[in-house]
C-alpha cells in the first residue's frame, strides 16, 4: 500500500458488510481502495467491491494508530535537539512504540512485511527514522550530548541523518529497511546520511 487510506476511505472500509466484505461508497472512494490494494472490483455484474485480505486486515484492526505521535501526543520520536533529557521511561515506552510500528507494517504492508517502512513511515519520515535509531540505542543529539540528528531535505521520501557514527546509523537503518547513502554537503562539508524507506 503507497499511503494509509484516508478518514473517508477508512469509514467506507468499517462499513463494509462483515460476512462478504462488499462495500458501499462513491465510484471515486471505491476507485481509490483498489489503487491502495485494499478493494477489488468483481469482474460479473453488478461488478460490487469487496474487501482483499489487506483490506479485511485493516477493517479487522479498525483505525490505523500512530505509533509515534506528533507533539503533544502520548509518545514522539527523540530526532535530535532536544532540550529536555529522556526521563526513567523512555526505555520502555520506545520499545512499546517500535513494536506498535513492527505491527503496523505487519496490518498495512500488502504482503505483512515487516521488514519493510509501511505507508505511516512514508508520511512521517522525519518520525520514522528517528524512532528506528532511538530503538537501537542510538542517542539523539541533546545540549551537552552527541548523537543523531534527523532533518527532512526538499527531496522527496528522503530525511538527512547527522551525528558521529553515521556508519552505524546506517546498518541501523538499512536493517529497519530503509536505504541509505552518505554524502558531503557541498557549503559546510558536513558529511550525513541520506536515508529513503525501501519499497520492496
Do not use: K
Not at 1 to 20: C, K, S
Not at 52 to 62: I, N, S
Not at 95 to 124: F, I, K, V, Y
Amino acid at each position: 500500500m503507497a499511503r494509509p487510506p484516508t478518514a473517508t476511505q477508512q469509514r467506507v472500509i468499517e462499513g463494509a458488510d462483515p460476512d462478504t466484505g462488499r462495500l458501499r461508497g462513491t465510484d471515486a472512494q471505491l476507485a481509490a481502495l483498489v489503487r491502495l490494494g485494499l478493494a477489488f472490483r468483481h469482474p460479473r455484474p453488478p461488478h460490487d467491491h469487496f474487501l482483499t485480505p489487506a483490506g479485511h486486515r485493516l477493517r479487522e484492526a479498525g483505525p490505523e494508530p500512530a505509533p509515534a505521535a506528533e507533539p503533544g501526543g502520548v509518545f514522539a520520536a527523540r530526532v535530535g535537539g532536544e532540550e529536555a533529557p529522556p526521563g526513567p521511561s523512555r526505555a520502555r515506552e520506545v520499545r512499546e512504540a517500535w513494536q506498535g510500528l513492527l505491527e503496523l507494517r505487519r496490518m498495512t504492508n500488502p504482503d505483512s512485511a515487516t521488514d519493510r517502512p509501511c505507508g505511516w513511515e512514508r508520511t512521517h519520515l522525519v518520525r520514522a527514522a528517528a524512532l528506528a535509531l532511538e530503538a537501537a540505542g542510538h542517542p539523539s543529539q541533546a545540549a551537552d550530548t552527541p548523537g543523531y540528528r534527523v532533518r527532512a531535505t526538499p527531496q522527496p521520501e528522503a530525511v538527512a541523518v547527522y551525528g558521529p557514527a553515521l556508519q552505524p546509523y546506517a546498518a541501523t537503518l538499512e536493517a529497519a529497511g530503509w536505504q541509505c547513502g552518505e554524502y558531503t554537503e557541498a557549503r559546510t562539508r558536513t558529511r550525513h546520511l541520506l536515508a529513503s524507506p525501501r519499497r520492496v
